[in-house]
């Protein structure tokens, strides 16, 4: 396989389904691009506030990324608990999640519930993606169109693309030339793969490879880990749901989304702590690291307020992370390889595993160090290293995303005067709070650069953005407004923020995708908002209370500045 087949197999099969069809002519007030979580709750939104409305997703099913990503081991590093809308309290109340992280059929389960408890899939076209959207200045409306052959006009347009749904393809050669099977995390086959007996090779070891693995391991005759920049990973101790944890929130429900929303950084309750690393003395630290440690999950992050700003208390997060390692990996040559040394703990996404280092103490699996012995190519029978070719049956491609901005620039968008969304962001995104970009008039995006975003609970931040956007939509149909518009100025003032934030934490020193460092060219801008949700959620209130201060609002014949 190589990414060429991947893409045609992709489009043949979003294909198949017929979308619900509309005149050429026609207009609708939004249309929403993608329906995962965020594309679900914007129908949802809009739909209870009368507009009229068509959402148009690639893929047969709701869903969005746990729609696409069904690889061994996939499952949210979210809490169920708290991985979940908050908008109906019928709804929160009535879902039983099974686990402490949902797997993804769980969490799939889940969306198609939600679709059709609020009847939301006869706004949906499935198998259809969107190609282009093209603003048309005389009559402020987006002339859409579909890889399925429809065109409409819309007043709005929605992206719901997701942070995370364009899989990255490494450029490796001989991709062409494998005569076995090969599988990307990201778009993995539907009906499962059994990879008993096999010899299987896994490349990438970010959140998807240290998920995927352990699973493989148990499956696979033979496992070839080849692994470029080792990560820090936290155990889930995932558990069955339990009982009374789950009445515990489903009793205070209102409270606990309410603190979820006032006093967090990323909208997820995590145990917050009040001191610094330092403030504590090194046993009192350790005790505290290995609490969290064994209780799981990204929760250990929180042990200290100052570990993503500050290096030197970073370090002891880190280091207490590289001693576990060393304790579970029996091979000091492979724990050595296995124990990351070029980034602060927590600046490329945290990952959280299940046996994942344990897992290189089975006799089935090798780590390959492919800084040390680089990929040359791949053959028709293997993976050929500097040194060694390894024969194999099927390879694994956990090697991410093109994130933030790769779903949007894969579609033609070009705003007023025709500029190109590719040419407005060559240097990166540029965006005002991450919901709108200049010279792209009511186009918003959901979870946009420039928003918290990944940094947060995705739902948690697709609710808060969702809830804006349907508030501002009904505000301009109020005011009788055609158009709304990010103005360069506070667009710059909001980037040069964004930027300037970031610069306050550890973040940007990683090769992350978080700064696009996975993709070959990609301009090197750190994409998230890394404030926090309380103060971007007040900046954004601010923002509409003022008039939506920082946009121009517009009518067909006349412009107006708020
Ligand atoms: O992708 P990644 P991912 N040769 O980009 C390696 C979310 N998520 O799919 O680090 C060799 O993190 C690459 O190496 P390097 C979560 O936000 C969440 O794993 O670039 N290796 C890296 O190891 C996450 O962060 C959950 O040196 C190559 C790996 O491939 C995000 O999705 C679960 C290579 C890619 O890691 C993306 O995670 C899963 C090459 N040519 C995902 N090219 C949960 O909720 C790339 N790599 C738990």
Redo the contacts with the bound molecule.
Sequence with gaps: MNLTKTETLMAAATRTAGPVSAAADSVVDAVVVGAGFGGLYTLYRLRQLGFSVRAFERGQDVGGVWYW?RYPG?????ESMQYSFSFDEALQQEWRWGER?APQPEILAYARHVADRFDLRRHIAFGAGVTALHYEDASALWHVQTDAGEQLKARFCIMATGC?STA?M???AGLDSFAGKSYH??HWPHEGVDFAGQRVGV?????????AIPMLAQQAKELVV????P?FSIPARNVPMDDAYERSWKDNYAALRQRARDDTTSGTVYEKSTCKAHEVDPASRQREYERRWGTGGVNFMHSFNDLMLDAKSNITAADFVRDQIRATVRTPEVAALLTPKDHPIGS??I??DTDYFATYNRDNVTLVD?RQDA?ECITPTGVQTKSTHYALDSIV?????D?MTGSLLKIDIRGRAGEPLSQAWEAGPRSYLGLMVAGFPNLFTVTGPGSPS?LANMIFAIEQHVDWIAECLRVLREKGAHSIEAQSEAQDQWVAHVNEVASRTLFPQA???YVG??IPGKPRVFMPYAGGVVPYRRKCEEVAANGYEGFQLGSLNTTTHE
């Excluded at 996939?74 to 979210?78: E, G, H, I, K, L």
Aim: hydrophobic share 40%.
């Design positions: 990503n996939a499952r949210c590093d979210v992280f995370l990255r490494p450029a490796i995390t990201g490349i990438g070891t970010g959140s998807s490879g240290i998920q080849f692994q470029r920049t990560n490329k996404r990952c959280v492919v990929i491609f956990a090697t991410g995303y994130a990944v090769n992350s995708w460092a996975n």
